[in-house]
């Protein structure tokens, strides 16, 4: 069992940017595989970014890539997105994840951090 607990989102102006941390406590923290998604209201809750066990292989959606950040760091059992040059479209509840047995499959969530970007 993995408890995840996300912290880090508020409301910020377009071009500004937020930092979302990811606490995780429970099963080895360095043996999943972490990700990043986001739910905007009305819309379906999409990938944002994943980031390998050990950090160094990661993955971002097209939308995010060149602007977010994910780091993992497994001493302090976190993964972190670093949310640069933010968008009105980025509005969405973040939810951070850890991967299960099955690659891409992610079995544990967090609860979710609110973040508000306005125009």
């Known amino acids: 069992q993995v408890q995840l607990v996300e912290s880090g989102g508020g409301l910020v102006q377009a071009g500004g940017s937020l930092r979302l941390s990811c606490a995780a406590s429970?099963?080895?923290?360095?043996?999943?595989?972490m990700g990043w998604f986001r739910q905007a209201p009305g819309r379906e809750r999409e990938f944002v970014a994943r980031?390998?066990?050990?950090?160094?292989?990661?993955v971002y959606a097209d939308s995010v890539k060149g602007r977010f950040i994910i780091s993992r760091d497994n001493a302090k059992n976190t993964v972190n997105l670093q949310m640069n040059s933010l968008k009105p479209d980025d509005t969405a509840v973040y939810y951070c994840?850890?991967?299960?047995?099955?690659?891409?499959?992610?079995?544990?969530w967090g609860q979710g951090t609110q973040v508000t970007v306005s125009t």
């Open positions: 980031i390998s066990r050990s950090g160094g292989s990661t």
């Open positions: 429970g099963r080895t923290f360095s043996s999943s595989a």
């Open positions: 994840a850890a991967e299960g047995l099955l690659p891409g499959t992610y079995a544990y």
